[in-house]
């Protein structure tokens, strides 16, 4: 079993930063990747970031958040982050982190993630 907490939301307004905090305890070894979702109101659960929890720490980011999101780990106190600059109100959503013990490299179908934190909400609003 994995246990994930996220931490760090908030309301900001637009054009501000937020970073987002995703604890794991338990059997980590066994994480192939941790990913961000997001959950707006009335639309279904979409990917945002993902990393690999292998050397090569590989990153993904859908188009939406490039330039602007930047999703990292630190293995010693395992938690991955997810820096989010220049927010907008339509990044306005509850953050979700998940795991994967699967050796796949995509956010969908959120049914490959094993594991899901219980979310934080992020509000970007003047």
């Known amino acids: 079993q994995v246990q994930l907490v996220e931490s760090g939301g908030g309301l900001v307004q637009p054009g501000g930063s937020l970073r987002l905090s995703c604890a794991a305890s338990g059997f980590t070894k066994n994480v192939y990747a941790i990913a961000w979702f997001r959950q707006a109101p009335g639309k279904e659960r979409e990917g945002v970031s993902l990393i690999s929890n292998g050397n090569d720490g590989s990153t993904y980011y859908v188009d939406s958040v490039k330039g602007r999101f930047t999703i990292s780990r630190d293995h010693v106190k395992n938690t991955v982050y997810l820096q989010m600059n220049t927010l907008k109100a339509e990044d306005t959503a509850v953050y979700y982190c998940?795991?994967?013990?699967?050796?796949?490299?995509?956010?969908?179908?959120?049914?490959?993630?094993?594991?899901w934190g219980q979310g934080t909400q992020v509000t970007v609003s003047s």
């Open positions: 998940a795991a994967t013990t699967l050796h796949v490299w995509t956010m969908q179908p959120l049914t490959l993630y094993d594991y």
